[in-house]
């Protein structure tokens, strides 16, 4: 007979011992998130790459067969979404299906509902996510009872190259 709350207590001693810091497993959120974006049918940004603003960071162009083509060489890329009509009683999941050709990290940024137009994103409202050097789909939910209209994607923090071949936004049941 196993007892459970030994293993338990071993486990947690193992943990603290570790000489570092466990990444966390971003597959864990990406499942229910991929669940509730199919699951919605109510699209608020589905691939329409003119409603993007591109900063001198990064040069975007849209390829024969509907991927967006980004090259990155600065420090600070940014890609902006024109105004989308997000409200603080909703929750949404931003789906980027995309390939990369380093490994590197993501940066979700959301404005705030009354934003300063200086700066309108705040460091509260972001998410950060592993990207690998090759196909990544990641979907990432947000919602927040004081959310603005504007989003702003950091896609790398290196130079390299990406090809955006989805990015869609879709509203989720407020439940979950």
Known sequence: MVNKARDLVIEQLVERRLPYIPVENQGFRQS?????????QTILFDNDFSRL????????????????????????P??????????????????????????SNLVLRLSERNFDPKEPFAGYLSERLDIKAGDNDLYIRFSHPRIGPLIRLKPLERPGELSFHNVQIREIESRQ
Do not use: C, H, W
Not at 58 to 71: C, H, I, N, P
């Open 32 to 40: 229910p998130n991929k669940q509730y974006f199919e699951a919605s």
């Open 53 to 76: 603003r591109y900063n001198s960071n990064l040069a975007a162009r849209e390829m024969v067969d509907g991927a967006l083509e980004v090259s990155v060489s600065g420090d600070n």
């Open 78 to 103: 940014a890609i902006r979404f024109l105004r989308l009509p997000f409200r603080s009683d909703r929750k949404y999941v931003l789906r980027l299906q995309m390939t990369s050709s380093v490994d």
